[in-house]
């Protein structure tokens, strides 16, 4: 959680005026007491409000948020979990568990522009039965998806459609705003042949 807390300082820092009121806006709507502190109760409240992943309301993840474990998220805590809101961070759709490294994600929901599909490594790695109705050749990890999105298909990656050089612009910086929109089509990668 300490390298997600440095990306979302970083992203922080570098932010416009309008990024920083926004996050500002954020804190101060879970912190209902006003003490510069979330308590879990805040926490819970807010999460469920917002309709968050369910895994993410948990007492175990607030943990993980709270770095310096004061029992109440400070600011730079609360910029993690901002950060990981609005950059789509995922749970683990085999273990429940908030992926905080590399992750593999299912291509043939990414293609369809569905709600992605996302396990973390050791899932990913253990032979048993994948809890998903797509099969284990059809995931990528996180890297990899990234660089097919940039430039040429990976080797034995099927394109349904081209990423032209003005869509790849369109999408150089990340729309979090849920639209599907600005997100491209890619196709199946076998993992066995990267």
Do not use: W
């Not at 029992?71 to 789509?88: A, C, P, Q, R």
């Not at 990414?110 to 396990?119: N, P």
């Amino acid at each position: 959680m300490e390298a997600l807390r440095k990306v979302a300082l970083a992203y922080y820092n570098s932010g416009t005026d309008e990024e920083r009121r926004l996050f500002n806006q954020f804190f101060q709507s879970m912190d209902k007491d006003g003490n510069r502190r979330v308590s879990y109760r805040e926490f819970a409240d807010f999460m469920s409000l917002q309709a968050h992943d369910e895994n993410m309301r948990t007492r175990d993840f607030f943990d993980k948020l709270n770095i310096n474990r004061s029992g109440g998220l400070d600011s730079m805590e609360v910029l993690t979990l901002y950060y990981i809101l609005k950059s789509g961070r995922p749970i683990c759709g085999q273990c429940k568990t908030f992926v905080t490294n590399e992750y593999f994600t299912c291509m043939k929901c990414f293609e369809r522009q569905t709600a992605a599909y996302s396990i973390c490594l050791k899932c990913f790695r253990d032979k048993g039965g994948l809890d998903h109705n797509h099969a284990r050749s059809y995931f990528v990890d996180n890297f990899s998806l990234l660089e097919s999105l940039r430039k040429k298909p990976l080797p034995n990656h099927q394109v349904s459609s081209r990423i032209t050089p003005s869509q790849r612009a369109d999408t150089s910086r990340p729309d979090h705003s849920g639209s599907p929109s600005n997100t491209p089509a890619v196709g199946r990668v076998s993992l066995t042949k990267l």
